[in-house]
């Protein structure tokens, strides 16, 4: 396997590790969360403990200092395992905002704990009518004496009735040149008055995962809150993306791995017609197909990976062509995965079914399968810096 060639042994050790974990720990806690809509705060607790959440904050902040692929490794090992709790034990979504943008004090307050299973993060940026279109937020920040006053509805937050710190998105000059221009971001502390979190039930898949409308009614945060710089939001946002679609691509492919194994094993044993399901030409044919998709997808994702710990910065159009990739063939791996559990799959008894309903917010959440083919494109045509710029030499080539 390619992990076993790029790999060094400190990286293959934390994999390892990861693994050991998920399969001991997950099982008991999958079934019961993805039922219930549950999130479960002792399994977080045990992972935060073991050094498996924030690993890739610098040590000073109460991380291990690790690289992108090494953090990576252990979200592919735990959505191989089960993606509603692989999701709510990846990297603590948001808190890359500050370790990329924050100030020495809001680093030092806001991400030991969150590392250490203190503290939960969210990041809101999607409202009710801005999805894709980041720029159409209508969230205003306005500053009032030494602070800002924040009012909007934001849609769709993971951990947003749970979460400790509130990372905003929203408008601080409310007439801009251009409408990408004039936002900014803000970190607000749970308990704030006027925050409000409403729970959203029923989601198709990673039911472990809290998901939120939150309603932002005059909350008030001093200006010491403010993360970076007033008016450069839009532009911070777009960047803290090009970094978390890599984890992304490793949730994709470790719920590939996953559902390739069960269908792997299913059909091992399942007898018809007087033989094994797996000496059918048809099956082998599957699972021949199924494995080279899976494999390109996990060299696309250590790609992006292992350019960001080299570049110290990742390559956005690397990074979009991972997550477009690894999220698309996963959906197909999983689905064939689930034919050939054949009814036995359908009936909801079985993992395989829990990550057809998982995988498929892959393809939607930080950036659509659309939005991804796009950022490509304009990469491509060196409108985006990446190295597969085909126009114009940058420095990223
Ligand atoms: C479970 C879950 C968790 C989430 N967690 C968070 C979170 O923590 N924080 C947060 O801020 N958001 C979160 N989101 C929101 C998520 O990022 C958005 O749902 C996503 O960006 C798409 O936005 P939308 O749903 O408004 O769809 P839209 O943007 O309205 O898209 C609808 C369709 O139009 C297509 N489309 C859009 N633009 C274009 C274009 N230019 N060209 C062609 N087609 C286009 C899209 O690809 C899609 O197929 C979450 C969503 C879900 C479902």
Known sequence: MLSEFILTEEQKAIKDAAREFAEKEFPKYAEECDR??????????????????????????????????DSCLVVEEFWRVDGGLGQILSSPFGSEQILMFGTEEQKKKYLPPLAKGKAICCACYTEPQAGSDVAGIKARADKVGDEYV?????????????ADYYIVLARTDPNPAKRHHGMSVFIVEKGTPGLEAKKLHNKLGIRASDTAEVVFKNVRVPKENLIGQEGQGFYQTMLFFNVTRIPVAFQAVGLAQGAFELAFNYAKNRELFEQKLIDFQVTQDKLAKMRVKLEAARLLAYQAAYFQDKMGMPDPGLTAM????????????????????????????????????????????????????????????????????????????
């Open 36 to 69: 219930e809509e549950k999130f479960p705060f002792e399994l977080w607790k045990k992972a935060a403990e073991l050094g498996f959440i924030g690993m890739n904050f610098p040590e000073e902040y109460g991380g291990q200092g690790a690289g992108i692929l």
């Open 150 to 162: 924040i009012n909007g509805t934001k849609m769709f937050i993971t951990n947003g009735t749970i």
């Open 322 to 397: 991972a997550k477009y990739y690894c999220a698309h063939a996963a959906n197909e791996i999983v689905n064939e995965a689930l034919q050939i559990h054949g009814g036995y799959g359908y009936m909801g008894e079985q993992a395989i079914s829990r990550m057809y309903r998982d995988v498929r917010i892959l393809e939607i959440y930080e950036g659509t399968r659309e939005v991804e083919l796009e950022i490509i494109a304009r990469s491509l045509m060196g409108k985006v810096p990446s190295k597969l710029s085909l126009i114009r030499k940058h420095p990223l080539m």
